[in-house]
């Protein structure tokens, strides 16, 4: 088969390498270099990505996707069967924040009420999803009953069946502050795995908590969309529908802005991530050009001859630019697949890893997650495979260019 000179003569220098036993060294260090990097890259965005994912489901599964804010006197039933006709918007339910303490005769706790309207037909939060056909049904208007996160049960030393008293701060005009006191029944115990929420949240019914607060009407409505990235396109988009419609502007917002704090930390920490493991593609790198510096310096002869043949320089580059491109690119893609399957399967390496080593990478009591999250995303795989093949062809360059500097008449002179 016919095979252009570059290439034929690239592969040629590859095979020889096996009789200079540093050479063969230095190359096989490249690939396996190479690969390493592209493959602890693809694995730790993966993971990274996965914790993203929990971080969001976790964070969602209180607040649901956007929040509508209503002008005052608008009926909330009535704009929340037009959100549900809009297309896009799966779930909406009203909702009441309150800010205020907890006692429980001893001990003093701040805490966020949320008031929600059980039994709820399509169900916004996971909370909610999840506690619908339990503990949820017990908070009825007038009932008295609350439901706390685990982590401030256990910080306030409740168990259910406990009481409890709610203090809710109002602000009357002309009258100043007041404080509204009420006793509850804790009446159950939910578990977001987030310590920001479950240390924090508290949840009764809506009527009950319209009466702590002061207020007369449900001004508040949260919602949830077929897809979650979509949500916030959605939800402005209904937005500007009604306000033109009813000549009243809501006030919206999305779960992108509720939580931008936290994934922007962890785009951070991706990106620095990346840029941290890239230097072990990068140091591979520099095994490329000591490899193929030195096939120059041992092939300065055979490189006199092809020029006196009249091969022009171009070639001479290209011989020893293949010859690295075929060594980076073996790496890269030996480290595409090893990153795959591991990214794939690190539920099942893991475990393996931490009964050898005896450790644990994620403990439940401090990461609320018993197994590591993955997520393989096709554009982080392509961006990395990207990058190390930039990397492993800007090593090619100096030796290829010192390859094509060669002079034929000085090297052949003293053959």
């Not at 095979?3 to 220098?13: D, E, Q, S, T």
């Not at 036993?21 to 490249?30: C, H």
């Not at 419609?245 to 936290?262: C, K, V």
Request: proline fraction near 5%; charge should be positive; glycine fraction near 8%.
């Amino acid at each position: 088969m016919l095979r252009p000179v570059p290439l034929f003569i690239a592969l040629r220098y590859l095979r020889e390498h096996r009789e200079n036993q540093f050479a063969s060294f230095v190359t096989v260090a490249s690939v396996l270099g190479v690969a390493l990097g592209v493959a602890a890259l693809i694995v730790v965005l993966s993971v990274m990505n996965g914790f993203e994912r929990e971080l969001r489901d976790r964070l969602l599964g209180m607040a649901g996707h956007a929040t509508v804010t209503l002008p005052a006197g608008e009926d909330w039933r009535a704009v929340r069967a037009d959100l549900l006709n809009w297309p896009g918007i799966e779930a909406a339910a009203p909702f009441v924040e309150l800010q205020g303490m907890i006692s429980t005769g001893r001990t003093l706790a701040g805490i966020t009420l949320v008031g929600v309207e059980p039994p709820l037909e399509n169900s916004v939060s996971r909370i909610e999803a999840h506690l619908r056909q339990g503990r949820l049904q017990s908070l009825r208007p007038g009932s008295d009953k609350l439901l706390l996160g685990r982590a401030l049960a256990l910080r306030l030393g409740l168990r259910v069946g406990d009481p409890v008293t709610l203090m809710v701060p109002q602000r009357r005009p002309g009258v100043g502050l007041r404080t509204r006191l009420r006793q509850f029944e804790l009446a159950g115990i939910f578990e977001l795995g987030l310590q920001d929420h479950d240390s924090i949240r508290g949840l009764i019914d809506l009527d009950d908590a319209l009466a702590l607060a002061g207020e007369s009407e449900v001004r508040k409505l949260r919602l949830r969309a077929a897809d979650v990235f979509a949500a916030p396109a959605l939800v402005r988009a209904w937005a500007a529908a009604w306000a033109a419609a009813s000549g009243r502007q809501p006030i919206i917002r999305d779960w992108t802005q509720d939580n931008a704090t936290y994934f922007r930390a962890v785009h951070m920490e991706k990106l620095m991530m990346t840029l941290l493991l890239s230097l072990i593609v990068a140091v591979a790198a520099f095994n490329i050009v000591a490899t193929l510096v030195m096939t120059v310096s041992d092939k300065r002869s055979g490189i006199a001859i092809l020029r006196t043949l009249g091969y022009p320089r171009r070639t001479v580059m290209g011989i020893f630019a293949l010859q690295g491109l075929v060594v980076g690119w073996f790496g890269v893609l030996l480290g595409v697949a090893g990153g795959l399957g591991l990214a794939g399967n690190i539920s099942t390496v893991a475990p393996r890893l931490e009964r050898l080593f005896g450790f644990q990478f994620m403990p439940a009591d401090v990461y609320y997650l018993t197994e590591l999250p993955a997520e393989i995303q096709g554009a982080d795989v392509a961006v990395i495979a990207l990058i190390a093949l930039l990397m492993t062809a800007a090593a090619t360059v100096y030796p290829a260019m010192r390859a094509a500097a060669v002079a034929p008449a000085e090297v052949l002179r003293y053959e």
